[in-house]
C-alpha cells in the first residue's frame, strides 16, 4: 500500500532539549574567543544558522575564516558533550516517532543544525532507523523562516507539500512550514506563542489521531503514483 504522508521534525527544541548543552558549548567558545555571551543573547540566536548567529556577538571582527573557525568549534564541544553527557527525547517523541512509523508516515529531519550534529542526537537517541531523509545546514542556502528546508525534505521523502505536516517548537519554523504549504504542530515552551495549526505543551498532550486528522487523510492518497 503506498503512502503519500509525512512528517517533518525540527531538532533541538523539538526531537530533544538540547537547549542546556548548547548553551556551554557556546559560552565556552567564545569565553575562549575573548567574548563573553550572556544566556539572553543566545536564547535571542537559539535555533538560528551559525553564519548568523556569530558575527552578530564578533561585529567588524567578523571575518568568513573566523565565522567557519568559531563555528567548527562550537559544535565539535556541542558533540562532544553530547557524547559524555548523555541527551533524551523529549515528552512524547519516542512514543510518536515509533507510532508514526509502525502507521506508515515517513519521517525526516528538517534541521539549521550541522549534518554531523543531527547524526550525534539521532545515534544518541537510537531513533536514526525510522527516518528516512535527513536535511541540516549543509543542504540549504537560506535557514526559516525560508520554507527551503522543508519542501527539500518533502521532496527526499517524495511526499506532497500538502501531504506533510511540521513539527517545529519556534515561531520562525512555523512561519516556514505556512510558506510551504504545510500544516504544523507547534510545541510551545513556556507558553510560547505559535501560529501553528496545533499547539501543545509537549507531545505527550496530542491526541491519538493529531497526525491524521490534521492531515485529512483520504483513501485517494494511497493510489498516487509515488517511488515507494
Not at 69 to 91: H, W
Not at 104 to 116: E, K
Not at 186 to 206: F, P, Y
Amino acid at each position: 500500500m503506498n503512502r503519500c504522508k509525512a512528517v517533518l521534525w525540527d531538532m533541538d527544541g523539538t526531537l530533544v532539549h538540547s537547549e542546556e548543552l548548547h548553551w556551554i558549548a557556546w559560552r565556552d567558545t567564545m569565553a575562549n574567543e575573548g567574548i563573553v555571551i550572556t544566556r539572553e543573547q543566545f536564547l535571542l540566536t537559539f535555533g538560528q544558522r551559525n553564519d548568523s548567529i556569530i558575527p552578530a556577538w564578533l561585529g567588524s571582527a567578523a571575518s568568513a575564516e573566523r565565522i567557519q573557525r568559531i563555528g567548527q568549534v562550537k559544535e565539535e564541544l556541542y558533540r562532544d558533550l553530547v557524547q559524555r553527557v548523555g541527551i533524551a527525547p523529549a515528552p512524547g517523541v519516542a512514543a510518536w516517532l515509533d507510532r508514526l512509523h509502525k502507521d506508515g508516515w515517513h519521517q525526516a529531519v528538517a534541521s539549521a543544525a550541522p549534518r554531523a550534529n543531527v547524526d550525534a542526537v539521532l545515534e544518541a537517541l537510537s531513533v536514526d532507523h525510522l527516518f528516512q531523509a535527513i536535511v541540516s545546514a549543509e543542504d540549504v542556502h537560506r535557514g526559516k523562516p525560508d520554507p527551503e528546508v522543508y519542501l527539500l525534505a518533502a521532496s527526499r521523502l517524495g511526499v506532497p507539500a500538502d501531504r506533510s505536516i511540521v513539527v517545529e517548537d519556534a515561531s520562525a519554523g512555523i512561519e516556514g512550514a505556512r510558506r510551504a504549504g504545510m500544516r504544523s504542530i507547534g510545541i510551545s515552551h513556556n507558553g510560547k506563542d505559535l501560529q501553528a495549526d496545533v499547539v501543545v505543551e509537549h507531545l505527550d498532550l496530542l491526541e491519538p489521531d493529531a497526525f491524521d486528522r490534521l492531515l485529512n487523510w483520504s483513501e485517494s492518497c494511497e493510489a498516487a503514483d509515488l517511488p515507494w
